[in-house]
């Protein structure tokens, strides 16, 4: 992505939570990559993300529906993807809270494919799964926000 949006800075925080902003949480804050504006090169600071990206290796984590409609509902009925759902709602919720900001963007990866979500303090708006590899929305979107 950095050859799309060399303005940004895509940080693995997988490893290490956001410890300084978000001790009064009952969870850690700790996305899988941190997307920030300002150079920041370590460590997750919720404060300072821009973007968050969420990876998952298995279909059954998918928090949404691959065919969404009127006797399929958007978010996926199963316990795996409740948990998924309430882990991108919690981050979503924590950067919200740490900035001044009317929404956010955030990523869900699921194997191969990428959901972009924009979050508000209304809610979300979820773009259907595309394949990264083969559709170019991904390199599109980072070109754009950045």
């Given at each position: ?51 968050h990206i969420e ?65 508000d303090r209304e ?24």
């Amino acid at each position: 992505m950095q050859e799309f949006a060399p303005q940004l800075s895509f940080v693995n925080t997988s490893k290490h939570a956001d410890t300084k902003n978000c001790t009064s949480f009952t969870f850690n804050v700790m996305p899988d990559v941190c997307v920030y504006a300002d150079g920041t090169s370590d460590g997750c600071d919720i404060t300072k993300a821009k973007v968050h990206i969420e990876f998952k290796w298995n279909d059954a984590l998918d928090a949404f529906s691959k065919n969404p409609g009127a006797d399929n509902p958007i978010v996926s009925q199963t316990d795996k993807a409740f948990d998924t759902l309430s882990q991108i709602t919690s981050y979503a919720a924590a950067q919200l809270g740490a900035q001044y900001c009317t929404h956010l963007f955030s990523i869900l990866v699921i194997r191969n494919h990428a959901c972009l979500i924009r979050w508000d303090r209304e809610g979300a708006i979820i773009m259907n799964a595309f394949d990264y590899q083969h559709e170019p929305h991904l390199a599109n979107f980072f070109y754009h926000f950045a």
